[in-house]
């Protein structure tokens, strides 16, 4: 039986159409990602296994148990608690499409006698609509973080308002670990690159915030280790006086796993929940009822989950150390987010002053992601691009288009002049223009707009003009949107430059590719869950599955270097883009190509651009050419585009996919057949 899937009306902008009445709620749900914490069976394992830790003991002294299950989602642990035992549950839900859809499942499950959906939030609910206290509260409130979605008082106000005293709580308390590292690849998501110029705002300590990546699948050699991990935070959810919101601890360690001094500038960082209040192991992520995000680095267990994940944390100013070096961890936390800080160890006397959580004061980290930071790092490495930019530019009038790039700059050292459009939103013009100034360059200048451009062209009708970029451009979502963008801005200034100028332009041409890839976990963030530990949980997959088509591109962006996945086919050019106006048009209808897959359990379509440069090629994509069954290696610095194929397609072995492509409303639109 044929299946075909179409693109709907979705632009560049992200403005997708429905025929949903309330499509704010839609787009919630269709980020949401619940089905991917559902397929997490470790997860639901283990809190199966705390409820019923605490169930059984409770009922083998003959209480009548009550669970306040806090954050229900589609109900899943509340349906755990009926099972094992408790007599009533309240399940609380905030957002209504999910608590409609959970009432739904336990209904259908069997268990609306037992269970009693409030919409509300656990820090808002009217006290009176839970009629008694609770035995036990179980929450999933959790986030890479930890604390992030208001953990700390959701646990903290569920004990005073809504539990009986000695209220036993899944999870029963939780530890934050951190590795101290030195890392220059992971410093190259946050500092400028210096490879041919000196870097501007090398004194900003940057933002404290969270970078959470799948640490499990980055190369171990990006970083140095300096110490055992060490325990950050320690959280005990049962005891509401014990949860504070606002803490700083200093934690000392000694450099051991270094023989040679290391830049301290990075710190991994995980945590552990200990689900039924047994305890844990001395190692991270071990005990007898433990969920851990420990990366397979540093933890014998490692589960993927998406929805919570490792992540990197930035000191605000690297600690030279040395082996046998005694060092100050400051950790802080408040309500929601956690910072950290270090030094040498002090005189034990000395009263340690906290710092605050660091401020950016560049901009730039504010407002360009962590990849466009990389990306940029990539570039300036690589020999061959910024050799092949100074001979494009070399003795001519060059504009260079783009931001978040420092294209304009390597021109620089060979043109008579450079003009650098950038149409960001300031930020980059501000870094062009401070990468100028230290390091003495005089042939730049800088506009924001096509008409800006033209005047500020010499009035020298010797001079040939050169437009040159990546592109890439730091406000663009899909991989081709950058080439899409460049395009519009090259028929703005052949407007407006070549009435008076000939233009030349590179690049001229990008190639749309894609490769049938597998998976190994990426796919779950898109699939049906269908029945999970023995429920029914299909009102969920037919809301969910419903709404992603209604809000979600057919084709969505990730950063597919944190994904372990394989080609089971070759790499196929799916159409021509011709970015050069004046050469025709974009891209002619691609009508019914096939991509073949050559191995089993293909579960989706991988898509990226490549853009031909004066016969240099730039790739957001892959890295290196795959035979069918290797690994893919995808480039950190960018994010490509995932069709996932339909679960049931997939199990029933998909052997070619069907692709047509055209372009309409300014963006690509995508339909699959199979």
């Not at 293909?602 to 035979?627: C, H, K, Y």
Request: charged residues 25%; glycine residues 6%; hydrophobic residues 40%.
């Amino acid at each position: 039986m044929e299946w075909k899937a179409v693109q709907e009306k979705e632009s560049a902008a992200g403005d997708a159409e429905s025929d949903f009445d309330d499509e704010d709620m839609m787009i919630q749900l269709a980020r949401s990602n619940f089905g991917d914490m559902i397929y997490d069976y470790d997860r639901n394992n283990r809190f199966s296994e705390g409820l019923k830790h605490h169930i059984e003991k409770m009922k083998a002294q003959g209480r009548d148990i009550h669970v306040i299950d806090i954050g229900t989602g589609t109900s899943l642990l509340s349906l755990m608690a009926a099972r094992h035992g408790a007599d009533r549950i309240t399940a609380l839900e905030v957002f209504d499409p999910m608590a409609a859809v959970a009432e739904k499942i336990i209904a259908k499950n069997g268990y609306s006698d037992r269970i009693k959906v409030i919409h509300s939030r656990s820090t808002e609910v009217d006290r009176r609509l839970v009629n008694r206290s609770g035995d036990i509260i179980v929450a999933e409130v959790f986030d890479t973080e930890l604390i992030g979605e208001g953990a700390l008082s959701s646990f903290k106000k569920g004990l005073q308002t809504l539990a009986k005293e000695g209220c036993r709580v899944v999870p029963a308390t939780a530890r934050v670990w951190v590795a101290p590292v030195s890392s220059k690849a992971f410093q190259k998501f946050r500092r400028m690159p210096s490879g041919h110029f000196v870097a501007p705002f090398a004194d900003c300590p940057g933002v404290s915030a969270v970078f959470d990546i799948q640490l499990s699948e980055v190369d171990p050699t990006w970083w140095t280790v300096l110490a055992d991990p060490v325990v950050a935070f320690e959280f005990n959810f049962e005891d509401a006086d014990a949860i504070i919101y606002d803490e700083t601890f200093f934690r000392s360690f000694q450099v051991t796993k270094t023989s040679t001094p290391q830049d301290f500038d990075t710190l991994l960082f995980w945590w552990d929940l200990d689900m039924s209040g047994q305890g844990y192991g001395k190692l991270p992520g071990t005990g007898p009822c433990v969920i851990s995000t420990v990366p397979r680095q540093f933890g014998r267990h490692a589960p993927w989950r998406d929805h919570w994940m490792p992540a990197v944390y930035y000191l605000p100013e690297a600690v030279t150390v040395s082996p046998g070096d005694m060092i100050d961890l400051q950790c802080s936390h408040d309500e929601y987010s956690v910072w950290f800080a270090a030094s040498k160890a002090s005189d034990p006397d000395e009263k340690k002053l906290p710092q605050p959580a660091a401020i950016c004061s560049c901009q730039l980290h504010v407002i360009l992601s962590r990849y466009d930071f990389y990306r940029m790092h990539s570039l300036d490495e690589n020999a061959g691009f910024v050799e092949m930019i100074q001979k494009l530019a070399k003795d001519k009038l060059i504009i260079a288009v783009g931001d978040a790039s420092l294209v304009s700059l390597y021109a620089s050292k060979t043109a008579k002049s450079v003009i650098a459009l950038d149409t960001g939103n300031g930020a980059s013009a501000r870094m062009l223009k401070a990468y100028a100034e230290y390091n003495s360059i005089e042939n730049l200048t800088i506009v924001s707009s096509a008409n800006d451009a033209a005047s500020a062209i010499s009035a020298d009708k010797q001079l040939e003009i050169t437009v040159i970029a990546e592109p890439y451009f730091s406000t663009v979502i899909m991989p081709w949107h950058a080439v899409l963008r460049y395009r519009v801005l090259l028929q703005q200034l052949i407007g407006c430059v070549e009435t008076a100028l000939p233009i030349s332009i590179a690049p001229k041409m990008a190639k749309l590719r894609c490769i049938p890839v597998e998976f190994d976990h990426l796919w779950k963030i898109a699939a049906p869950v269908g029945t999970v530990d023995g429920f029914d949980l299909s009102h969920f997959d037919e809301l969910c599955q419903a709404a992603r088509k209604a809000s979600d591109p057919i084709v969505e962006q990730h950063s597919l270097f944190e994904y372990a996945g394989t080609a089971t086919g070759s790499i196929v050019d799916v159409a021509d883009l011709i970015l050069d106006p004046r050469d025709g048009p974009l891209i002619t209808h691609v009508k019914g190509l096939t991509v073949s897959a050559s191995l089993p359990d293909t579960n989706a379509l991988a898509f990226w651009i490549e853009v031909d440069l004066a016969g240099f090629t730039v790739s957001n994509g892959l890295q290196r050419i795959p035979m069918p069954g290797d690994v893919l290696d995808w480039h950190p610095g960018y994010r490509q585009g995932v069709y996932f194929i339909p679960l049931d397609k997939v199990k029933a072995g998909v052997e070619k996919v069907e692709v047509s492509v055209n372009f309409e409303k300014d963006d690509l639109n995508f339909s699959f057949e199979l």
